[in-house]
Structure formats: C-alpha cells, structure tokens
C-alpha cells in the first residue's frame, strides 16, 4: 500500500476514497438489515401487515444485526486508519 501525499488536495481525496471503501459491505449490509427490521415493525404498527409475535422478534434481530454490523464497519475503518498512519512513522 503506497502512502498518499496528504499534503495536497488530490492526496486527501485518493486517502478518503480509500478509507470510504474500507468495510462498504458491512456498512451496506447493515443499513438493509436496519431497513428490513423496522419497515417491518413499522408497517406492523400501523396494521398494513398482521402482526405475529414471531416475526417481531425476528423484524427487531434484523435491526439489532444491522447495528452491529454497521458499528463492525465503523471499527474496521478505525483500525485500518490507525495502521495506515502507523506506517508513515
């Protein structure tokens, strides 16, 4: 992995490109995992879907699983910062 320049512009943005790509399909699978989980709660709530015990169990795991997976692609873009820096020293 080559170390960007920083210092100019186009270096910030290649770096932030970078950084943006680090963990994307925990970060996409998580916002859909989030969206499933509560349109479903939500449709429940205002009767457009019937509502069985179960599947509300199951609508609130999907929105629980899909936190937990955007905060894994939070700390995977962290580590990933803090060892590309440490490589500049």
Known sequence: MSQHDLDTEEGRAAYRAELKAVGRPFRLGGLALILL?????VATRYDALPEIEALMV????????????????????????????????
């Open 58 to 89: 199951v609508a609130y795991g999907l929105v629980a699983a899909g936190w937990v997976s955007f905060l894994t692609a939070t700390y995977l873009r962290t580590r990933y910062h803090k060892r590309r820096l440490a490589e500049g020293l």
């Open 37 to 41: 989980g509560a349109g479903y709660v």
